[in-house]
Every structure is written in structure tokens, then in C-alpha cells.
């Protein structure tokens, strides 16, 4: 099993940065990829980014140029910088951990960006 614990949400306005950050522990052998996804009401749970521990990263095309994720191979974490925020980017964001066809999801933290 493997457990991941957010921190870093919380309010901002737009045009403002946050960082996330997502610790990794447990029985962990090989976490591919890592990243974060969101779920604004309403909408469906997406893919903001994910990195490889060899750092191939995908992003969505919303937020491209704006956040930046990067992880930490020793200490199993990753982060997510984002800047720039926008009201649409007001959401839940869930860190994501995939090993061994295991997909594991941190409890959420909330981002609010006011306009």
C-alpha cells in the first residue's frame, strides 16, 4: 500500500501562485508516474500533470506555461507550482501515485482562486 498526503491548497487571487506538495510512504518500489489531477463541481476528475522519475512530465493544454511540477525521487514527493491562477482553476486537486498497475489517490486539497 502506498499513502500520499497533500499540503499547500488554499485561497488565492487570481493572478497569485500556490505550490502543492504530495508525500509518498508506505510499501513503495517504484512510483510511475506521479502527478496531480482536479475535480471542479460539476466536471470530471482531470490530469493537470504527472512526471516519471526519469522527469518525462505531460501537462493539460489549460495550464501549460503556468504551472510547473516536479518531484523529488528521494524523498518520494512531488510538487506542483502553480502561478498565474485563474477563477477556472478553483478546484479539489488530488495527488496521484501509479505502481505496480496500482493507481493511489491522496485525500484531495481544496484550491480557490478568487476573481
Known amino acids: 500500500q502506498v499513502q500520499l498526503v497533500e499540503s499547500g491548497g488554499g485561497l488565492v487571487q487570481a493572478g497569485g501562485s500556490l505550490r502543492l506538495s504530495c508525500a509518498a510512504s508506505g510499501r513503495i518500489f517504484s512510483i510511475n508516474p506521479m502527478g496531480w489531477y482536479r475535480q471542479a463541481p460539476g466536471k470530471q476528475r482531470e490530469l493537470v500533470a504527472d512526471?516519471?522519475?526519469?522527469?518525462?512530465?505531460r501537462y493539460a493544454d489549460s495550464v501549460k506555461g503556468r504551472f510547473t511540477i516536479s518531484r523529488d525521487n528521494a524523498k518520494n514527493t512531488v510538487y506542483l507550482l502553480m502561478n498565474s491562477l485563474k477563477p477556472e482553476d478553483t478546484a479539489i486537486y488530488y495527488c496521484?501515485?501509479?505502481?505496480?498497475?496500482?493507481?493511489?489517490w491522496g485525500q484531495g486539497t481544496q484550491v480557490t482562486v478568487s476573481s
Open positions: 512526471i516519471t522519475s526519469d522527469n518525462r512530465i
Open positions: 496521484n501515485a501509479y505502481q505496480r498497475w496500482t493507481s493511489y
